[in-house]
Nanobody, 117 residues
C-alpha cells in the first residue's frame, strides 16, 4: 500500500520558518520525482517545488529564494524548508510523487500552513 504522509505544518508569524516533511512507503522512493503543491481557499492547486530522482530542483517564481526542496532517499522522505513566510503562503500543502513512466501520481493527505500575525 502506497502512502505519502506529510507533517510539519502549523501556524507561523510572517517572516517565520517551517519545515514540511513527507514520508513515503510502499514505493521505490529513489526512482520517484517528488513535489510539493499547495492549494489556498478558492484557488487552484499549484506546484510549489519539485525534485527529480537525480536531485534537480524546480521552484515556483513566488517561492524562489525562500523555499528549498530536498530529499533523503535512505529515509524515503522529501522536505520543504520554508523561510521568510508570507501571509500569501497560507494554504494546504500536498506531497506528490509521480509514478515513473506513467502520467499518474500519488498524493498525500495535505498539511495546513497558516501564516498570520
Amino acid at each position: 500500500q502506497v502512502q505519502l504522509v506529510e507533517s510539519g505544518g502549523g501556524l507561523v508569524q510572517p517572516g517565520g520558518s517551517l519545515r514540511l516533511s513527507c514520508a513515503a512507503s510502499g514505493i521505490v522512493f529513489r526512482l520517484y520525482p517528488m513535489g510539493w503543491y499547495r492549494q489556498a481557499p478558492g484557488k487552484q492547486r499549484e506546484l510549489v517545488a519539485s525534485i527529480t530522482s537525480g536531485g534537480s530542483t524546480n521552484y515556483a517564481d513566488s517561492v524562489k529564494g525562500r523555499f528549498t526542496i530536498s530529499r533523503d532517499n535512505a529515509q524515503k522522505t522529501v522536505y520543504l524548508q520554508m523561510n521568510s513566510l508570507k501571509p500569501e503562503d497560507t494554504a494546504v500543502y500536498y506531497c506528490n510523487g509521480k509514478i515513473p513512466g506513467t502520467g499518474y501520481d500519488y498524493w498525500g493527505q495535505g498539511t495546513q500552513v497558516t501564516v498570520s500575525s
